[in-house]
């Protein structure tokens, strides 16, 4: 079973920055790549429905929410098994928990059905 955990998630003050980190392994004898998988990030805010914020394909890629675009950054570290989120002038609709997703099949964009692997989440608040 693939396990993702992030971290770097907290409190800041608007114009802030953030980056946040996450992790991905399993149990041997399975041993996941990031290498060869689509990552993404979503984000739930308190009363509202998870939206994606970026995702990552094998062949590099991209996608950003309209409302991110130019201010965040998903990057991974294959070596390292990562994947990141730099967030960047942070604004107050930004808080939510924020989740790390992994998938090795199917195709590859912001959507949640795409993934099968979940993160715990992450808190990000920002404060006016």
């Known amino acids: 079973q693939v396990q993702l955990m992030e971290s770097g998630g907290g409190s800041v003050e608007t114009g802030g920055s953030l980056t946040l980190s996450c992790v991905v392994s399993?149990?041997?004898?399975?041993?996941?790549?990031?290498?060869?998988?689509?990552v993404g990030w979503f984000r739930q805010a308190p009363g509202k429905e998870r939206e994606g914020v970026a995702a990552?394909?094998?062949?590099?890629?991209?996608d950003y929410l309209d409302t991110v675009k130019g201010r965040f950054t998903i990057s991974k570290d294959n070596a390292k098994n990562t994947l990141y989120l730099e967030m960047t002038n942070l604004k107050p609709e930004d808080t939510a928990t924020y989740y790390c997703?992994?998938?090795?099949?199917?195709?590859?964009?912001?959507?949640?059905?795409?993934?099968?692997?979940w993160g715990q989440g992450t808190l990000v608040t920002v404060s006016a």
């Open positions: 997703a992994a998938s090795w099949i199917g195709a590859c964009s912001r959507l949640e059905r795409n993934y099968e692997n």
């Open positions: 399993a149990a041997p004898p399975s041993v996941p790549t990031i290498s060869t998988a689509c």
């Open positions: 990552l394909s094998r062949d590099g890629w991209l």
